[in-house]
């Protein structure tokens, strides 16, 4: 009989992980089966480019069924209940599924209403109609004060806050907007970002574009009457538009099931990504709580260890390899300029330089995204 692993969460980690066992495994040796409900696969890092009309949202967007390869069961399904002293997870659809291998892949979710205000003015590209949202808002803009920020830590893809503000202050430029309009930047730690070779590189540009920031700027509320965000530490910004990422936290079933840390996230060894003491329960992606980037090529790595760790184990064979918190990350600096973000656990990344060849790379990624990395392939 083959071993049942079962996947929860058809997001960029679950598809990830699926794929890539499946390349791993034989059918005889391995059942691989996904439960999620997701009836389209978007790519989210598109979404900063999507804001500013600069690419076609269409591409971004595939059925999610049509991205798992042949050979994995697909059960289109909400999660209701994990046992993993039972070795069993319930959906509803009413499924009571048992595993030898369990695979929790459920990412975040956001949760706009830990933000007094926040539903009632604030905007953010982290989904497809929000992102279309704030294009129809960039578009209609004529000048003014803009804020952007993230509401908390963590989120994913933490780059794109920064991201979307390089990109802004090219498209107010192009449109004669520049001089019309302060730009403030607002973040939760004492610095612009939270990798700190990265921060002072980030740092430095945004000082020479007339960036204002507000470094350890936790928000507390937002005053959509008054146009103002306000800090815990006390502090306020007014603003004419305000784009802030939503705080994120782990999926509801986490926490429910007892699995999850007080963000609703999975604590796992960081270095063999099991749950506890089981060794035939892992998380991957954004639902563990594990100091690396929340970012689709994080799960990339992951999925790579864990998918020859469980072929190893299911083969009779032994796997001695350890996990070691590799990412590597493109991010857009501005037009046609980007930066390559390589690190792990014990490798800070390098950010010394921009260029034309990385920007190629966030571009296209989607592309690469869709063809090879979900596939498994890559």
């Known amino acids: 009989m083959p071993a049942r692993v079962l996947i929860l969460g058809d997001g960029d980690a679950g598809t990830i992980m699926a794929n890539k066992l499946r390349f791993h495994t034989s059918r005889k040796d391995v059942e691989i089966t996904v439960v999620g409900n997701s009836k389209n696969h978007y790519f989210k890092p598109d979404g900063v480019h999507i804001s500013f009309n600069m690419l076609d949202y269409k591409k971004s967007v595939k059925p999610t069924e049509f991205l798992f390869n042949y050979g994995v069961?697909?059960?289109?399904?909400?999660?209701?209940?994990?046992?993993?002293?039972?070795?069993?997870?319930?959906?509803?659809?009413?499924?009571?599924?048992n595993y030898?291998?369990?695979?929790?892949?459920?990412?975040?979710?956001?949760?706009?209403?830990?933000?007094?205000?926040?539903?009632?003015?604030?905007?953010?590209?982290?989904n497809l109609d929000h992102a279309l949202e704030l294009q129809k808002e960039l578009k209609a803009f004529k000048g003014g004060k803009i804020v952007i920020g993230q509401a908390s830590i963590p989120i994913m893809c933490p780059p794109a806050p920064y991201e979307f503000t390089f990109l802004l202050d090219e498209y107010l430029n192009f449109h004669g907007l520049r001089?019309?309009?302060e730009i403030h930047y607002v973040y939760p730690i004492n610095s612009v970002f939270t990798i700190p070779n990265v921060a002072d590189y980030i740092s430095k540009k945004m000082e020479e574009r007339g960036i204002i920031t507000h470094t350890l700027f936790n928000v507390d509320s937002i005053d959509p009457k008054n146009k103002k965000v306000q800090s815990l530490e006390g502090e306020s910004v007014d603003y004419d538009l305000l784009v802030m990422i939503p705080p994120h936290r782990g999926q509801k079933v986490i926490s429910d099931s007892g699995l999850a840390d007080d963000g609703g996230y999975i604590n796992v060894?960081?270095?063999?990504l099991n749950y506890k003491d089981y060794d035939n329960v892992f998380a991957v992606g954004d639902a563990t709580n594990l100091p690396v980037s929340k970012a689709g090529a994080?799960?990339?790595?992951?999925s790579q260890y864990l998918s020859n760790k469980i072929a190893a184990d299911t083969s009779g064979n032994v796997y001695n390899e350890l996990y070691e918190g590799d990412v590597a990350c493109t991010t857009v600096t501005g037009y046609e300029k980007g930066i390559t973000l390589f690190f792990n656990y014990n490798k800070p990344p390098r950010a010394n330089f921009d260029s034309k060849f990385d920007y190629f790379l966030k571009w296209q990624s989607a592309d690469t995204f869709f063809s090879s990395m979900v596939r498994g392939i890559a």
């Open 298 to 302: 994080t799960a990339h790595f992951e």
């Open 179 to 181: 001089d019309k309009t």
């Open 100 to 126: 030898d291998y369990l695979i929790i892949a459920t990412g975040d979710r956001f949760t706009p209403e830990d933000i007094p205000g926040y539903s009632e003015s604030a905007r953010h590209f982290y």
């Open 269 to 272: 060894d960081k270095n063999r």
């Open 73 to 97: 069961n697909y059960i289109a399904d909400t999660v209701t209940a994990i046992d993993v002293a039972n070795h069993s997870v319930k959906t509803a659809g009413g499924k009571n599924m």
